[in-house]
């Protein structure tokens, strides 16, 4: 670490304590609980809705940020995914976690007013509206630097802030069609396929959540915040990296290959004598040779097909058929237990009940059981990646519409009651009592 990065971040962090500790003249600012967090002190505005908005936050929550979020009255639609749990979204519990959680209408001039002072009271801004809403508001980015030269804004969308596709709608799973690696998923002689959770959303949120620290760490430095735009696109195509520069050099445009993965061999899913499917890699010619002696079969070192990873790429097929003859003699318990042994690289497919089950995520407590307020308790992802001096926390799972409303109006606002039930009443903010 350079001596300049490292004040950067002694100034960052001193910063970020003195103004969790100091009163603004809007009442006392609220100071999460618990261990001295990496993020401890830094206020965060999220206005972003469903997935990769909500998941930039909460990364920033788990590790200390005070993050408060705002959604509709009628609820942010993330709480219509996923299952439910005696009407609670058990979807929500986990992605709006350690998060005070304001309801406004941010239709309405009075909403916008509000959330335009939550804004200039914050070091970081996070939404995910299509680009050109905000600026309708007038809280985009331009115009409240120009109050607060300090706020850092991470804005999400489909297609980025500038160019010719940026007023597109645009999800997750659109952007990675536009990305090129819908393209390549899935099997060849079957149209492209999806993976099944929100990916591209997830990643986005990161690379916010990471440019957002970076803009802390650089506004130490300079005295001013700035805008990091992530593009839900750009994301997804992020993963693409090693095949630009390949088309630029000659021309080759990667394709749909199943569960193998082209110049990586052997990488691929087999059948097991049972049925259970069992992944290895082993492209190294070290981590190959003791694949050979898992299978009892030395004989594939010495055989110039395989002997060099450059050869077993060009007689992938023939090396494939060999694994796949092997692993369908022999269970998948049996299978695994020998690459293990012989230190391969290899997994059975696991279901969520295998998670649930497994003494590996029990024994780095991947899974944490927190209190929840109607339903009792609930189990959560933990949160990563793991520091071993200020590891991210839980503090609480994610609530109801509207919960916070009157304490955040109160403490950060310093509105007084008869000025909340008076936007209670104007339908601009809903109190508590909203839906889980």
Same mark, same amino acid.
Request: some cysteine; overall charge negative.
């Given at each position: 670490?350079?001596?300049?990065?490292?004040?950067?971040?002694?100034?960052?962090?001193?910063?970020?304590?003195?103004?969790?500790?100091?009163? $603004?003249?809007?009442?006392?600012?609220?100071?999460?609980?618990?261990?001295?967090?990496? #993020?401890?002190?830094?206020?965060?505005?999220?206005?972003?809705? $469903?997935?990769?908005?909500?998941?930039?936050?909460? *990364?920033?929550?788990?590790?200390?940020?005070?993050?408060?979020?705002?959604?509709?009255?009628?609820?942010?639609?993330?709480?219509?995914?996923?299952?439910?749990?005696?009407?609670?979204?058990?979807?929500?519990?986990?992605?709006?976690?350690?998060? =005070?959680?304001?309801?406004?209408?941010?239709?309405?001039?009075?909403?916008?007013?509000? &959330?335009?002072?939550?804004?200039?009271?914050?070091?970081?801004?996070?939404?995910?509206?299509?680009?050109?809403?905000?600026?309708?508001?007038? #809280?985009?980015?331009?115009?409240?630097?120009?109050?607060?030269?300090?706020?850092?804004?991470?804005? !999400? =969308?489909?297609?980025?802030?500038?160019?010719?596709?940026?007023?597109?709608?645009?999800?997750?799973?659109?952007?990675?069609?536009?990305?090129?690696?819908?393209?390549?998923?899935?099997?060849?002689?079957?149209?492209?396929?999806?993976?099944?959770?929100?990916?591209?959303?997830?990643?986005?949120?990161?690379?916010?959540?990471? @440019?957002?620290?970076?803009?802390?760490?650089?506004?130490?430095?300079?005295?001013?915040?700035?805008?990091?735009?992530?593009?839900?696109?750009? =994301?997804?195509?992020?993963?693409?990296?090693?095949?630009?520069?390949?088309?630029?050099?000659?021309?080759?445009?990667?394709?749909?290959? @199943?569960?193998?993965?082209?110049?990586?061999?052997?990488?691929? #899913?087999?059948?097991?004598?049972?049925?259970?499917?069992?992944?290895?890699?082993?492209?190294?010619?070290?981590?190959?040779?003791?694949?050979?002696?898992?299978?009892?079969?030395?004989?594939?070192? =010495?055989?110039?097909?395989?002997?060099?990873?450059?050869?077993?790429?060009?007689?992938?097929?023939?090396?494939?058929?060999?694994?796949?003859?092997?692993?369908?003699? *022999?269970?998948?318990?049996?299978?695994?237990?020998?690459?293990?042994?012989?230190?391969?690289?290899?997994?059975? !497919?696991?279901?969520?009940?295998?998670?649930?089950?497994?003494?590996?995520?029990?024994?780095?407590?991947?899974?944490?059981?927190?209190?929840?307020?109607?339903?009792?308790? &609930?189990?959560?992802?933990?949160?990563?990646?793991?520091?071993?001096?200020?590891?991210?926390?839980?503090?609480?799972?994610?609530?109801?519409?509207?919960?916070?409303?009157?304490?955040?109006?109160?403490?950060?606002?310093?509105?007084?009651?008869?000025?909340?039930?008076? *936007?209670?009443?104007?339908?601009?903010?809903?109190?508590?009592?909203?839906?889980?």
């Amino acid at each position: 670490m350079t001596a300049d990065l490292h004040d950067a971040i002694r100034a960052a962090t001193h910063e970020a304590a003195h103004e969790a500790t100091h009163d $603004t003249g809007a009442g006392e600012r609220h100071v999460p609980r618990g261990p001295n967090l990496p #993020l401890q002190g830094l206020k965060v505005l999220e206005l972003g809705s $469903t997935v990769a908005g909500p998941f930039c936050g909460r *990364l920033l929550a788990d590790f200390g940020a005070e993050v408060i979020k705002v959604e509709p009255p009628e609820g942010d639609p993330l709480r219509t995914m996923g299952e439910h749990e005696a009407g609670v979204s058990l979807y929500a519990a986990s992605l709006l976690r350690n998060k =005070s959680l304001l309801a406004v209408d941010l239709r309405c001039a009075e909403g916008q007013a509000l &959330v335009r002072r939550l804004a200039l009271q914050s070091d970081i801004v996070v939404e995910n509206f299509r680009p050109g809403t905000l600026e309708k508001w007038g #809280l985009d980015y331009t115009s409240l630097s120009k109050v607060a030269p300090r706020l850092i804004m991470v804005r !999400i =969308s489909g297609y980025g802030q500038t160019g010719p596709y940026r007023e597109r709608a645009g999800y997750g799973v659109i952007s990675e069609a536009a990305s090129g690696i819908r393209h390549m998923t899935g099997d060849p002689d079957r149209p492209p396929a999806r993976v099944a959770v929100s990916m591209t959303d997830y990643l986005t949120g990161l690379y916010g959540a990471w @440019g957002a620290t970076l803009a802390v760490l650089a506004r130490a430095t300079t005295g001013r915040g700035q805008c990091v735009d992530a593009a839900l696109y750009e =994301s997804a195509f992020s993963m693409m990296e090693p095949f630009v520069p390949a088309f630029a050099a000659h021309g080759t445009i990667p394709a749909r290959t @199943g569960s193998s993965l082209p110049g990586s061999v052997p990488n691929n #899913l087999y059948v097991c004598a049972d049925g259970g499917y069992i992944v290895l890699a082993a492209m190294a010619d070290a981590v190959f040779r003791r694949l050979a002696e898992a299978m009892e079969r030395s004989d594939l070192t =010495s055989d110039a097909r395989f002997s060099r990873a450059p050869e077993r790429v060009k007689h992938q097929h023939a090396l494939d058929g060999e694994i796949a003859r092997w692993c369908a003699t *022999l269970p998948l318990a049996d299978v695994e237990a020998r690459l293990h042994r012989h230190e391969v690289p290899a997994s059975r !497919i696991f279901s969520m009940a295998d998670v649930f089950a497994d003494p590996h995520f029990e024994a780095r407590a991947m899974l944490r059981r927190v209190a929840h307020d109607k339903l009792g308790e &609930v189990t959560l992802a933990a949160p990563l990646p793991n520091l071993s001096a200020t590891p991210g926390t839980i503090r609480h799972s994610g609530g109801a519409v509207g919960q916070d409303s009157r304490r955040v109006l109160r403490e950060v606002l310093a509105l007084s009651e008869s000025e909340i039930a008076a *936007l209670a009443a104007s339908g601009t903010v809903l109190l508590e009592g909203g839906r889980s």
